[in-house]
Structure formats: C-alpha cells, structure tokens
C-alpha cells in the first residue's frame, strides 16, 4: 500500500476515537468517520492494484516453432517430354492357319551370305545373293515353305519364291539351307535395302534372332 494514503487514513481513525468518548451524537458521527475512512482504503486499494506491473502469468510468450506459420513452398514443374527412341519396323504376320510364330518351332540362324551391306553396283547391274540358314527351331523345314519380300527395294524378284527352288529335301532342325537369289540394281543411283523373311507351310513369317522375328536384308549403294 502507498505510504501517502496510510498517513492520510491516520487522522481520521484518530478523529472517529475522540467522537466516540462524547455523548450519543458523537456516536453516529463517528460512525459516519469510520464509514469513510473504510472506504477511502478500500479505494486506495482497488488503485494500488490498477497501477500494479503485470505479473509472469500476464506476460506473452515469445512465438514456438509450432504455431508460427512456415513460409510456402515452390512446386518444381517439368517442362516437355523425354524424347523417345524411334520404332524399327515391325513384322506383319500372315493369316494363314498358323496364327502366329510359337517361339523355338520356327526359328533360323543366318551362317552366311554374299553381296555385304554398302556393296557398290551400277546402275542395272545383276547379282546373285546368296543366304545359308541353320533350322534352329523344333520344326522340319517342308517344301511348302518358302522366301518372301517383306518391304523396301525387291530387286527385280517376284517376292515370294518357294524352297524348290533351293532345295528338293525337307530341312530337319539342326540342318542347313542355302538360297540363291537372282537381283537386279536399280536404274538411279543411290542407297538401297530390302527386308527379306521366311515362311513356313502354315502361312507363319519368320527369321532370325532368339524369338525368330528378325529380318534379313539386302543392302547395296548404286552408282553410276
């Protein structure tokens, strides 16, 4: 409590003893001293603690980790596509009865060949090419099979030429076959190829590679 208003309460309760040694009106005014003397401290009081510092338990804590909001941040984007390989053309299979290659029946295995890739002809100029396949697969090698064009320059065959032509033997597996072509060069300079399969009695295109489905080919620079 303030001292200032401790020293001013002092006469007061000093006057309200002198006014109850008189008679019976000296009573209610004492009464009415004391009265306002319990109020004056009562308001000294309610002032003291208005003026008071605020205590710890008033005092704002500092901001925690957890409820101080984090700064946003930035979503990486991707720009464009990867680039993708370029497809190699795809074997059509035939629609004959076979309805398509099961691996390891048809299968074959080049051995040999004339007339290598960027063999330089001229213009009209005829050449003999020549293939030697091994039967690598579980299936016998019929008469009825044959040598088929697939696409790009055919040379001046007829596209399809039966294994008679070769041979007049059934190819067992494990045996081999040598086919002899006769081509003819293009009549403009430049670089040529042809794609070249086999195919069995069943209708079934196959070639090389370990599920039978490569190609073969012719590949020759013309020039003047």
Known sequence: MNKKRILTLLPLVLAAVLLAACGPSAEENSAAVLTQAAQIFSDSLTQTAAVAPPTATETPLPPTATNTPLPPTATPTITGTPPTSTPSPTQQQSSGGGGGNKVGCVRAELGYETVPDGTKLEIGQTFNKIWTFKNVGTCTWTQEFSLVWQQGEAFGTKGTI???D??????LPGEHLTVEVKMVAPGDQGDYKGYWLLRSDAGILFGLG???RAW?????HVQD
């Open 216 to 220: 073969f080919w012719v590949d020759v």
């Open 162 to 164: 039966p294994f008679t």
């Open 210 to 212: 370990p599920d039978g």
């Open 166 to 171: 070769f041979t007049d033997v059934d190819i």
